[in-house]
């Protein structure tokens, strides 16, 4: 190691003739990103800090990333910046929850957020079917834990004892909080009456493929919250508005009057838009599943699916199609009724 000397004012030399003062009375110096003097000044480090991760956050929030990268991107490149000092700058419960609350409110002000939509499925993980965010308060909590288990282990005493003031906000075991956290986040989101209901509907398939769309986050940020809200139960039908909401008395759906109108009923239950709706949608996908044989047969089509546009009959040498054709079949029940098969799309092959 090179050592300074002293020059004629008492402040070090360096052999490249960099000086280095004593510290003033407000002044401190960085040691590892960390302001200190005498002592680590946290008030200065937490107001910084805080100050970059809403920089951050907000340039994110600002971009046109799909609802998947944007939640990568507030993970590694915002939270991140709370991780490296955790454990070193003592945060309180109080002031990483209120910096949780404020990154869901900027969420909902840059439509990345139904402002109704389970708070508890925002930090469940995306191929669980939450958004897959990380807290601000658990990434604190979990890294001051790995830095507490590090110093305990430690064999140098200087670092023992230095890793007591660690403070870790719970009595946990690190990999306990976090599968702690984990768990209890899904419990809470399933277990709601409202919010978890689309959840405890999907049970069955969940893990399997219900939340592939999850997963790949491909969708515009717009459009993943939304249809999360209507999951939620969070979008202002009458059920809502009546059952928590208290504003009507009438739950009733308003178009047939007959059922509540909560989303499951609107999207597919409901009798007097099964006709336009309903057939609308149904007829969507049909024409993409036709555009799919079109080309496998050799049928006249257009070069993408969604420019298709279904024919009622096409046919060539070897096969002919049908599109939305009633189909005569054998009886089915008791009786000499015979029973009309309605037969959207049908294909024929062999002819
Ligand atoms: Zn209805």
Redesign the pocket.
Known sequence: MVRGKLNGRGNIMLPNETEIHELEDNESYRYLGVMEADDIKQSEMKAKIKKEYIHRLMKVLKSKLTAGNLIAAINTWAVSFYRYRAGIIQWTKAELQQLDRRTRKLMTMHKGLHPRSDVDRVYVERDQGGRGLMSVEETVNYESHSLKKYTEGSPVEFIRTAGKIINTNSEDGRQEYRNHQKTERKQNWHDKPINGQHLRQTEDQAAKETWQWMKRGCLKRETESLIIAAQDQALRTNYRKAKIEKSTNNPK?R?????D?TVS??VI????IAQTKYKGWHDKVASAVQWSICKKHELPHTAKWYDHRAEAVLENEKVTLLWDFNVQTDKMEAGDKHHSFYARLSEFTGK
């Open positions: 759906c178009l047939c009057k007959q059922k109108e009923h609107i239950e409901c009798s007097k």
